[in-house]
């Protein structure tokens, strides 16, 4: 079983910069996919980022890339988005993800079984 805890929301203004961070307690973090989500009231959990299990491939949504930059430190089973030049629209209660799978990025919310509780973000304008 594996436990997701996000942390590093809170309120920043517009064009400011946030990290978020996701530890993870169990498994064998060195061999999950990760991705980041979110979601506002009303609407479906969307993709924001994803990172295979080696690193080195990732995978951005369009209102993000160029904009974030998804990480992972297998010493201390973190995955890190950093999200900068921040817009209101990135608004959301943002999720980390985890999947026990060594086949590439993984985009969608099905292939996810694990999910953190969520931090929220939130940019004025």
């Known amino acids: 079983q594996v436990q997701l805890v996000e942390s590093g929301g809170g309120l920043v203004q517009r064009g400011g910069s946030l990290r978020l961070s996701c530890v993870a307690f169990?498994?064998?973090?060195?061999?999950?996919?990760l991705g980041w989500f979110r979601q506002v009231p009303g609407k479906e959990r969307e993709f924001v980022a994803a990172?295979?299990?080696?690193?080195?491939?990732?995978s951005y949504a369009d209102s993000v890339k160029g904009r974030s930059t998804i990480s992972r430190d297998n010493a201390t089973n973190t995955v890190y988005l950093q999200m900068n030049s921040l817009k209101p629209e990135d608004t959301a209660v943002y999720y980390c993800?985890?999947?026990?799978?060594?086949?590439?990025?993984?985009?969608?919310?099905?292939?996810?079984?694990?999910w953190g509780r969520g931090t929220q973000v939130i940019v004025s304008s």
């Open positions: 169990g498994g064998t973090w060195s061999s999950y996919a």
């Open positions: 990172i295979d299990w080696t690193g080195i491939k990732t």
């Open positions: 993800a985890a999947h026990f799978s060594r086949v590439g990025v993984l985009l969608t919310l099905g292939d996810y079984p694990y």
